[in-house]
């Protein structure tokens, strides 16, 4: 048995149902949450009429790192995606570390956004936000969701296509009728900056981060009909649909916003321009669609982190239970859930931009840095070799390094308490190992 091969164990395995076009959906699902309805603004303001072009540079910067994890994708069928991959290019130690980064910091910007949507519910509801009824809709919210994955990834993954659809069409429908009336109004667009190099730099970095969460995507491969070949196909697919929709938004943003960087939501002002009256609102139910949207493509993904660390012995065996009637993780989805609600309950996340900016550069090198040494290491395995691959994973690993200089590390307690459980976690890893191999001899 190979390093990466998984540890067996007799009893109920995860079925492969996911196809082709339901993991295209999870990863744009994974892609898409409330970013794209504040953050026009931010980056219209930064670099005016010409932030569409950090649009596109941010998408291509994007888009070498995904090609790099599409090539890498097209080596394993296991669930695990980030950590999966650092584990057999790095070692376990790496591995472990890559793993927890990834779990944490999705955990926390699922509690975030779940959180979020009790923030905007409270546009319709002014209750929302008191205690009792904040514990309710928080409940329900994730309740539902973890009864839905619970009782099997056939149904997650429906709830996640249904989402996508529906998240989809609110944004479809306000660049349609943004598009619309540029056609019949005159339209007064945003001043022309003369931005610095520093302000593109924020644009982009701005704009590379809401192009993020696909990775999460890549980790219930153990339940992909068809994961080499499949994996590939949704990360370019959803590459392509994020790319078209964000720089539509932002040039419709720039185009009928006079003061972007004055809006606090651009594209409720859009529609209050283009769609009229009820047009905020419209958004407004947007915007929680795409909160709740995240949260079931998330509760689809990131259980399966905890799920393949124990499946290789890295955390304890109960983690890679399956159940027997549904073939889910049962065990990971319950405690992703359980700490998803505790989270939001507790609602502080000062420190989640800081771990998830680290975290996600973090692995981005690691998967960049991978297809070098797997192409070495198991040559002729890869089921999509990237065109150029040498020279883009360098230029991948370029950009993620000037990235992480930017991040923020004076709130960084928590990323080193995230680095040291993994480091625990990897001593008990090694503890167990020699005990095992100890009793063996004896």
Known sequence: MTETAAVMYSGPRLVRVIGRWSLAALTINSMIGSGIFGLPSQVGGLTGTASPIAVLIAAAATGIVMACYAELASYFSEAGGPYLYGRETFGRFLGIEIGWLL????????????????????????????????????????????????????????????????????????????????????????????????????????????????????????????????????????????????????????????????????????????????????????????????????????????????????????????????????????????LTWLLAMLGNFSWNVTLSAFARLFYYIAACAGILILRRKRAGEARFRLPAGTPLAVIGIAICLVLMTRVDMSKSLILFATVFAGLLNWLWVRRSKFQHETSERL
């Open 103 to 338: 779990w944490l910091a999705q955990l926390s910007a699922c509690a975030a956004n779940t959180n979020l949507f009790v923030i905007y519910l409270g546009q319709f509801w002014n209750r929302a936000s008191q205690p009792a009824a904040r514990f309710v809709v928080l409940t329900a919210l994730v309740g539902f969701l973890t009864f839905v994955n619970y009782r099997g990834v056939r149904g997650g993954t429906r709830v996640s296509n249904v989402f996508t659809v529906a998240k989809l069409l609110p944004l479809l429908i306000v660049i349609s009728a943004g598009i619309l009336y540029m056609t019949r109004h005159q339209t007064v667009s945003a001043p022309h900056l003369q931005a610095s190099a520093n302000d593109w730099l924020k644009a982009i970095l701005l704009m590379f981060f809401v192009y993020g969460g696909f990775e999460t995507a890549l980790v219930p491969m153990s339940e992909a009909k068809n994961p080499q070949r499949d994996a590939v196909f949704a990360l370019f697919a959803a590459l392509i649909a994020t790319t078209l929709i964000y720089t539509l938004i932002q040039w419709i943003v720039v185009r009928l916003i006079a003061n972007p960087a004055a809006s606090q939501r651009p594209l409720a002002d859009v529609a209050d321009l283009a769609l009229g009256r009820g047009g905020a609102a419209f958004v407004a139910c947007g915007a929680l669609i795409a909160c709740y949207g995240y949260l079931s493509a998330k509760i689809v993904g990131v259980p399966r982190i905890t799920y393949a660390l124990a499946q290789r012995g890295d955390l304890p065996k109960i983690f890679s239970a399956i159940h027997s009637r549904f073939h889910t993780p049962y065990f990971s989805i319950v405690v992703f859930a359980a």
